[in-house]
């Protein structure tokens, strides 16, 4: 068994050392493809029911993008509408949930390579919970530069 000296430069034994400083950060959690999700509250415009957005034409710019489909967790069931700044971009969910001041994130760690480097700001410690927090610059320009791969709803 390793000791706690031997441990002491692996990163998932080092949250503390990757904590950004302490300070409150207001969040909106957020439920797609049976997971929990988090975005910055100052990043989000509105939240609005999936069919009011697509079903009358109130959408501005492109279509809701699926959220869950993007990250790889399948086609969501999509009834609600997270609208970000300043209003281009939708990220189709399952569910919001609440908004919650959350004082601890984390830099992703090392294990992290891929594409979520790209999805993901950080993590945010809820209870007993590790939250991805979405990185919104790079959700925005997905929008804006690609079509959208749009969820249904069953």
């Given at each position: ?77 999509l009834t609600r509408c997270v609208v970000l700044k300043p209003g281009e971009c939708w990220l189709g969910v399952s569910e919001v949930e ?57």
């Open positions: 068994m390793a000791t706690a000296k031997e441990n002491e430069g692996n990163s998932f034994f080092n949250l503390r050392k990757q904590t950004a400083p302490a300070t409150t950060l207001p969040v909106i959690l957020f439920s797609a493809g049976g997971s929990r999700f988090a975005v910055e509250a100052s990043e989000v415009r509105e939240v609005r029911d999936y069919d009011e957005g697509t079903t009358y034409g109130k959408l501005k710019g492109p279509l809701p993008l699926d959220f869950a489909f993007q990250v790889g967790l399948g086609r969501g069931i609440r908004i919650a001041t959350l004082p601890r994130l984390v830099a992703l760690p090392r294990i992290f390579q891929g594409a979520e480097r790209h999805w993901y700001r950080g993590l945010l410690l809820l209870e007993d919970e590790v939250v991805p927090l979405v990185r919104t610059d790079y959700w925005r320009s997905l929008a804006a530069a690609e079509e959208p791969v749009l969820g249904g709803r069953e």
